[in-house]
T-cell receptor, first 113, second 113 residues
Framework: DSGVTQTPKHLITATGQRVTLRCSPR?????VYWYQQSLDQGLQFLIQ???????AKGNILERFSAQQFPDLHSELNLSSLELGDSALYFC????????????FGPGTRLTVL | GENVEQHPSTLSVQEGDSAVIKCTYS??????FPWYKQELGKGPQLIID?????GEKKDQRIAVTLNKTAKHFSLHITETQPEDSAVYFC????????????FGSGTQLTVLP
């Protein structure tokens, strides 16, 4: 158990809908990363937050957004969902600062029908 | 941006034999190289990592080597066991305020009893 929690485990929804994925980092970790894992694209970085502020953006679609709250949990919002958004979404956390080590949560499996 | 290539994509070994997985990276500024193990239905689990100021690191049956000049790093698993069967990912990141990981495409390791 990495100490990173993600909810829900599974999410099934329809095209055009909007969903919110939630992540709680390990106790004391300030940095949260979101990654998408799909069969064709592999594991890809989406976005990073550090202590409430956006730190870096990767291949994140404009339909996707995220935020990190004062209690350091993070939410990834996916809107106008398309079939191709079906994937595993992972959250990882690290202490931040000069620390690189990222610990991954169990993921949320999103299925868009 | 960074590009990480990983080989082989599948690897089958007999129990007790060694397994080697190789990765190359493109960004000479990358200085942190973790390896993750992902079992079916779970999130990536960090198994070992190495920083660019070190050439080799070992942890029991697992070792990682880094050749900065050639920009490649390898994972070595000795005395393999059936529970080592999983998908292994290499990754790279650079120092700075944003430390997102760029992943290789993964290696499905199967240890045959």
């Amino acid at each position: 158990d990495s100490g990173v929690t993600q909810t829900p485990k599974h999410l099934i929804t329809a095209t055009g809908q909007r969903v919110t994925l939630r992540c709680s980092p390990r106790s004391g970790d300030l940095s949260v990363y979101w990654y998408q894992q799909s069969l064709d694209q592999g594991l890809q970085f989406l976005i990073q937050y550090y202590n409430g502020e956006e730190r870096a953006k990767g291949n994140i679609l404009e339909r996707f957004s995220a935020q990190q709250f004062p209690d350091l949990h993070s939410e990834l919002n996916l809107s106008s969902l398309e079939l191709g958004d079906s994937a595993l979404y992972f959250c990882a956390s690290s202490a931040g600062g000069l620390t690189d080590t990222q610990y991954f949560g169990p993921g949320t499996r999103l299925t868009v029908l | 941006g960074e590009n990480v290539e990983q080989h082989p994509s599948t690897l089958s070994v007999q129990e007790g034999d060694s397994a080697v997985i190789k990765c190359t990276y493109s960004d000479s500024a990358s200085n942190y190289f973790p390896w993750y193990k992902q079992e079916l239905g779970k999130g990536p689990q960090l198994i070992i990592d190495i920083r660019s100021n070190v050439g080799e690191k070992k942890d029991q049956r697992i070792a990682v080597t880094l050749n900065k000049t050639a920009k490649h790093f390898s994972l070595h698993i000795t005395e393999t066991q059936p529970e080592d069967s999983a998908v292994y990912f290499c990754a790279a990141s650079r120092s700075g305020s944003a430390r997102q990981l760029t992943f290789g495409s993964g290696t499905q390791l199967t240890v045959l009893p």
